[in-house]
T-cell receptor, first 112, second 113 residues
Framework: DQQVKQNSPSLSVQEGRISILNCDYT??????FLWYKKYPAEGPTFLIS?????DKNEDGRFTVFLNKSAKHLSLHIVPSQPGDSAVYFCAAIIQGAQKLVFGQGTRLTINP | NAGVTQTPKFRILKIGQSMTLQCTQD?????MYWYRQDPGMGLKLIYYSVGAGITDKGEVPNGYNVSRSTTEDFPLRLELAAPSQTSVYFC????????????FGPGTRLTVT
């Protein structure tokens, strides 16, 4: 049972445009969400997070939006840069618990 | 700080062999985790630990064992390796508290043939 789903395995975006990565979850108990970025042959690195008490969190070019009623979150990258080409994972957790649940990942390619 | 370090980076095992994947963190984090990532899949939790002497199973623990005798180290033991254990293994750690951000090591790529 996949509790966190990233339905797009890959996404290709022109440099300078907006990249939008999507993530859906099924467990309504999840109340904290994170995005990770992963380059080949490296471990994932934390990008941005959001608590369920907010519907938006911004950090520079990265913004995460949370729609609790739809059980959906998205990561917006504006403007997209070639260095943003990586695999992006969303993850969810019930606050106070110990275990993150990860989605399958979306491979983002930024074309010059 | 070196962060989370993992050794080895690569390993090829024959079916039935055993090995230990090493993981060390120097951030004094309480929580440590082992994940595996199969191609096109997300990260699946194998085992985790909330402190020295305390470990618990994750989603896919079969065929693995762990121990946590110190805060810094969290080795993962594979007994009787099988081709299904071919994967990339990541160790991660985080601090106790309201930040759920986990810090990952660079991974160990394991092939069982």
């Amino acid at each position: 049972d996949q509790q966190v789903k990233q339905n797009s395995p890959s996404l290709s975006v022109q440099e300078g445009r907006i990249s939008i990565l999507n993530c859906d979850y099924t467990n309504s108990m999840f109340d904290y969400f994170l995005w990770y970025k992963k380059y080949p042959a490296e471990g994932p690195t934390f990008l941005i997070s959001i608590s369920s008490i907010k519907d938006k969190n911004e950090d520079g070019r990265f913004t995460v939006f949370l729609n609790k009623s739809a059980k959906h979150l998205s990561l917006h990258i504006v403007p997209s840069q070639p260095g943003d080409s990586a695999v992006y994972f969303c993850a969810a957790i019930i606050q106070g618990a110990q275990k993150l649940v990860f989605g399958q990942g979306t491979r983002l390619t930024i074309n010059p | 700080n070196a962060g989370v370090t993992q050794t080895p980076k690569f390993r090829i095992l024959k079916i039935g062999q055993s090995m230990t994947l090493q993981c060390t963190q120097d951030m004094n984090h309480n929580y440590m985790y082992w994940y595996r990532q199969d191609p096109g899949m997300g990260l699946k939790l194998i085992y985790y630990s909330v402190g020295a002497g305390i470990t618990d199973k994750g989603e896919v623990p079969n065929g693995y064992n762990v121990s946590r005798s110190t805060t810094e180290d969290f080795p993962l033991r594979l007994e009787l390796a099988a081709p299904s254990q071919t994967s990339v293994y990541f160790c991660a750690s985080r601090n106790r508290g309201r930040s759920y951000e986990q810090y990952f090591g660079p991974g160990t790529r394991l092939t069982v043939t």
